[in-house]
């Protein structure tokens, strides 16, 4: 068999573990909280802490996509552990009382998700429905915003869950 032929099927079954998932369903938000493993542990550890709810001993932050019909809710379940925000679980939505539950419109998600937030992050409630302590939220600004900036670093498919 020719070198260059079995360089390329190689190349081709390497790249194909990668394959990106539709953005916000239960595949890529797995994706997603293994993201957060690597990278939001540290910035997310105060919120994670913060009104935790004892019984559960986790948060759940549920999201989904408002231009996808029927809308499917999907969520990452947040455990603060020896002072870091640990990704529990990312899939499905499964928690019948999750502390947020956040929907918007692809265009408004994808503007999020770039950081545009308008002047000092009010826009941010003006781009989003978002159910949940708006309190908790405005007390936690510089971690929400690093949530919704995560949520685009994750590769995906424009196509519906």
């Known amino acids: 068999m020719n070198k260059l032929?079995?360089?390329g099927t190689v190349?081709?079954?390497s790249f194909s573990s990668f394959a990106a998932e539709p953005w916000m369903s239960p595949k890529w938000t797995e994706q997603f909280c293994e993201y957060w493993n690597k990278?939001?542990?540290?910035?997310m550890a105060e919120w994670a802490e913060y009104n935790v709810n004892k019984q559960k001993g986790y948060k759940t932050i549920q999201f989904y996509r408002e231009d996808c019909n029927p809308p499917k809710k999907v969520e990452v379940r947040i455990k603060y552990e020896n002072g870091k925000a640990i990704c529990i679980y990312g899939g499905e939505a499964k928690d019948p009382n999750p502390e947020f539950v956040m929907h918007a419109t692809d265009e408004n998600w994808k503007s999020l998700a770039r950081g545009e937030f308008g002047f000092m992050g009010m826009g941010i409630m003006?781009?989003?429905?978002?159910?949940?302590?708006?309190?908790e939220a405005m007390?936690?600004?510089e971690p929400f915003k690093t949530f919704l900036i995560g949520l685009g670093k994750v590769?995906?498919?424009d196509a519906c869950p």
Do not use: D, E, I, Y
């Not at 989003?128 to 708006?134: P, R």
């Open 155 to 157: 590769p995906h498919t």
């Open 5 to 7: 032929a079995v360089l």
């Open 11 to 13: 190349l081709s079954l």
């Open 39 to 43: 990278n939001m542990q540290t910035v």
């Open 139 to 141: 007390k936690f600004m």
């Open 126 to 135: 003006k781009k989003m429905t978002f159910q949940g302590s708006k309190v």
